[in-house]
C-alpha cells in the first residue's frame, strides 16, 4: 500500500515513532491492563446482579441483593482510588503522544477492491454497569462475537463509536490481519475519556488523519483521505459541530457514526441542504435488548437514528440487527442495528 499526499502542506501519514510516542504508548498499555484488571473484578461482582425469571437469569432474594450492593460498594471505592493513582501518575507521560490517537499497523497484505463500509455502535465502556442498563453484557463478554461480526461482513472501512481503550487494543490484535491500519483512543492524550472511537482501515490514504475537537461542544470528529473521498467520522453532533465539519467542497464526502437525531430534525435539514443524502432507511436503535433483559412488559421502541451521509454518490445499505429477534445475532451484541453500505 502506498500512501502520498495532495498538498504539499499536509504532512504526509507515518507510522514512525520517536521515543516519547514508545514511552507514552508503553505507559498507556501498563495503566489500561491494570485498569482492565479492576473492571474484570467488577464483571464477577455483577454476577450478584439482580436477576429475572427471563431467558437471562432466575430470580434473587433481597438477602443477595443487599449483599450484592454492600459489595459493589466497597469495590467502587477500591477502583476510585487505584485507579485515581494511576491516572494522575500515567497522565504527564501520556501527554507526550504526538498525535490525538493511537495508530496500529496492520497486516493486510491483500487488493483492496472497493470502499465497503460498516458501522455500528457497540456500547462498549468501561465496566458492566452502563451495558446493563441498556439490556448488555458487559463489552469484554461481546467483543469476540464483535470480531467474529466484522471479520464475517469483511468492511474496508470500520467506525465503531463507543469502544473504550479498555477494550481497543485486544479488538485491534483481532482485526489487524484485514487492514492496513487501525486509529483508535482518541481525544486527550489519556484514557480516550472524549471520544471511544475505534476506525479500521484498508486501502490508501493521503494525508494524516486527524481528530479535530469540536468549537461548540464536548468531542469532536476523526477525519481521513481516500484519493477520491473524505471520510468524517463522529457522535452525536450538534447543528453548529454539524456546519463545522460539511463546509468542504469539490470531493465526494462520507459522514457517519451514532449521530443522534432523526428525519424531521435540523440537522438532517440542514445537511440535506448542503447536498448530503441518508444512505439509511430503516430503524438503527432500539429498546428491545433493555426489555428482554430485565424482564419488562413494556411495548419495544425504535428510533431511526442517522448513521450515514453521503454527498457526490449514491450507496446502498444493509441494516443488520445486533439483538435478539429475527436477525444477523439471536443474542444482543448492541442496542444499535450495524449498517453495511
Not at 472511537?197 to 494524516?208: D, I, K, Q
Request: glycine share 8%; proline share 5%; with cysteine.
Amino acid at each position: 500500500m502506498s500512501v502520498s499526499t495532495i498538498d504539499e502542506e499536509v504532512e504526509d501519514f507515518k507510522l514512525e515513532l520517536g521515543w516519547k510516542d514508545t514511552v507514552a504508548s508503553v505507559t498507556n498499555d501498563i495503566a489500561t491492563l491494570i485498569m482492565k484488571g479492576f473492571w474484570l473484578s467488577a464483571d464477577s461482582i455483577y454476577l450478584f446482579r439482580a436477576r429475572h425469571s427471563a431467558r437471562y437469569g432466575q430470580n434473587t432474594t433481597s438477602l443477595q441483593e443487599g449483599i450484592r450492593r454492600v459489595a459493589n460498594f466497597i469495590f467502587a471505592v477500591a477502583v476510585g482510588q487505584v485507579t485515581l493513582a494511576f491516572y494522575v501518575f500515567a497522565t504527564p507521560f501520556l501527554t507526550l503522544f504526538s498525535r490525538s490517537y493511537r495508530t496500529t499497523a496492520g497486516t493486510f497484505e491483500g487488493e483492496v477492491t472497493g470502499q465497503r463500509l460498516f458501522i455500528l455502535n457497540p456500547q462498549m465502556g468501561p465496566g458492566p454497569l452502563p451495558s446493563y442498563r441498556t439490556g448488555l453484557v458487559s463489552g469484554g463478554e461481546r467483543l469476540d462475537r464483535l470480531a467474529t461480526t466484522i471479520r464475517d461482513n469483511d468492511p474496508d472501512i470500520v467506525f465503531l463509536p463507543g469502544v473504550h481503550s479498555i477494550y481497543a487494543g485486544d479488538l485491534a490484535s483481532k482485526l489487524k490481519d484485514r487492514y492496513h491500519f487501525i486509529f483508535s483512543a482518541m481525544g486527550p492524550k489519556c484514557f480516550d475519556f472524549d471520544a471511544g472511537f475505534f476506525v479500521a482501515f484498508r486501502g490508501e490514504l493521503v494525508r494524516t488523519p486527524e481528530y479535530i475537537p469540536f468549537n461548540h461542544q464536548k468531542g469532536g470528529y476523526f477525519t481521513f483521505e481516500t484519493p477520491d473521498t473524505l471520510y468524517l467520522c463522529t457522535q452525536n453532533p450538534s447543528l453548529e459541530s454539524l456546519q463545522e465539519m460539511c463546509s468542504r467542497e469539490g470531493k465526494k464526502v462520507v459522514l457517519m457514526g451514532d449521530l443522534g437525531f432523526e428525519p424531521d430534525s435540523p440537522e438532517y435539514a440542514f445537511l440535506v441542504e448542503k447536498g448530503f443524502g441518508s444512505a439509511v432507511n430503516g430503524v438503527t436503535e432500539t429498546n428491545v435488548p433493555y426489555l428482554d433483559f430485565h424482564k419488562k412488559d413494556e411495548p419495544p421502541t425504535e428510533r431511526k437514528n442517522s448513521v450515514l451521509f453521503v454527498k457526490g454518490e449514491h450507496r446502498e445499505s444493509k441494516v443488520l440487527r445486533m439483538y435478539k429477534g429475527e436477525g444477523f445475532i439471536d443474542q444482543a451484541l448492541s442496542n444499535h442495528n450495524a449498517v453495511l453500505a
